[in-house]
Structure formats: C-alpha cells, structure tokens
Antibody, heavy 120, light 113 residues
Framework: QVHLQQSGPGLVKPSQTLSLTCAISGDSVSSNRAAWNWVRQSPSRGLEWLGR?????????DYADSVKSRITINPDTSKNQFSLQLKSVTPDDTAIYYCVRDPFHSYDIWGQGTTVTVSS | DVVVTQSPLSLPVTLGQPASISCRSSQGLVHSDGNTYLNWFQQRPGQSPRRLIYKVSNRDSGVPDRFSGSGSGSDFTLKISRVEAEDIAIYYC??????????FGQGTKLEIK
C-alpha cells in the first residue's frame, strides 16, 4: 500500500523559501511507472498543479508556468522522497500543499496536506 | 491550458435522492492513445482529495457503486444514484489527458437541502 507522508514548516516569512518534503512508502521515487507531483489548494486559485519529477532513464522535471522561475523539485533516492522549494514567497502563496503520485495520467495517492501560511 | 468547468458549484440534495454534476473541458480529452483521462475526486472537510473515478467511468477500489461516471469528448457527468450522509463533500473533476499541466474544475459542493 502506497503512502505519502509530508513534512515541513507551516509558517514562512515573505520573501523567504518554502520547503516541504514528501516521504514515499510502498513505491519508489525512481519508479519508471510513476511521476511525483506537488499540487496546492487555495480559495483564490482552487487546486493548482505546481510541478513534478520522474525518472525515465534520467530525471525529468516539469513546472507550471505560474511558478517556473521560483520552483525546484528534487528527488532524493537515498531517502525515497522528493522535495519542493518555492523561493521568494508572498502571501499569495498561502495554501494547502499536497504531494501526489501520478501512476499514469491520473492522481491516485495524495499526501495528508500541509497548510502553509506566508506571513511576517 | 485546458480549462475545466463544473456545474453547478453548489448542489443542495435530499438524502436518498440522486445527484448529478457536470464537467466540461475547453478542449477534447481523447488522448492519442485512444483513452480519455477524466477523473473525479471527493474531498471531505479537512481531508485530502480522494480519487473516485478515473478514465471517465472506472471506479476506484472501495468506491460505492452508487457513484458512476459517464461522458465523452469534452462533456462528462458524475452521478450519485442515492445520496447518503457520508457523500457530503466537494467534488472535483480533473483532466489528465493534456500533460504535464493537469487541470481541475472549480469544485461542486454537495450539501443537504
């Protein structure tokens, strides 16, 4: 049974970097049958895909245009997890952040969600 | 980006009665592999979204058979044959044909009349 466990701070100051981690159990971040995503949810934006990482002979990252200049998603094979870094945050980045597995053209497993507030 | 539009956004229902939610996409959702990747999720208060239906009409394991999905092209529907109290939630459709940016509808809040 696949499980995603998120960790990271719930409060980030404006202009700083938001950092979250998603630990995977029951699957592998290096699987060639899945992609590993970050999605956020806010009242103003709804559910919004941010980016993903996946391995197909090499590591590939895709990012949403809305955050492309500020986002990095990294796999960590030694810990079987992946991370999200979002730089230069503003209050508009306040949201619930989810890590999500995409086994092929869908999202089937979601992390528990992390509420992140951007405030001084 | 593909825009996904749900209606209604709020759906008051009587327990035991049917409910229906519509989902329309700005582009067709038939993939080059012949599949149509349209999903439905349920989100109860304080919980993460849970997938109910994938590829238009395939129910996930453990999903009651009162939930059904149908549709084709760019027009899809989620139906609940008889609403139960545990079904009170927000329902989202999501297209996952056009990648990498899968897109969600705005959500439909199912509430008791």
């Amino acid at each position: 049974q696949v499980h995603l466990q998120q960790s990271g701070p719930g409060l980030v100051k404006p202009s700083q970097t938001l950092s979250l981690t998603c630990a995977i159990s029951g699957d592998s971040v290096s699987s060639n049958r899945a992609a590993w995503n970050w999605v956020r949810q806010s009242p103003s934006r709804g559910l919004e895909w941010l980016g993903r990482t996946y391995y197909r002979s090499k590591w590939v990252n895709d990012y949403a245009d809305s955050v492309k200049s500020r986002i990095t998603i990294n796999p960590d094979t030694s810990k079987n997890q992946f991370s999200l870094q979002l730089k230069s945050v503003t209050p508009d980045d306040t949201a619930i952040y989810y890590c999500v597995r995409d086994p092929f053209h869908s999202y089937d497993i979601w992390g528990q969600g992390t509420t992140v507030t951007v405030s001084s | 980006d593909v825009v996904v539009t749900q209606s209604p956004l709020s759906l008051p229902v009587t327990l035991g009665q049917p409910a229906s939610i519509s989902c329309r996409s700005s582009q067709g959702l038939v993939h080059s592999d012949g599949n149509t990747y349209l999903n439905w999720f349920q989100q109860r208060p304080g919980q993460s979204p849970r997938r109910l239906i994938y590829k238009v009409s395939n129910r996930d394991s453990g999903v009651p058979d009162r939930f059904s999905g149908s549709g084709s092209g760019s027009d899809f529907t989620l139906k609940i044959s008889r609403v139960e109290a545990e079904d009170i939630a927000i329902y989202y459709c999501m297209q996952s044909t056009h990648w990498p940016q899968y897109t969600f509808g705005q959500g439909t809040k199912l509430e008791i009349k």
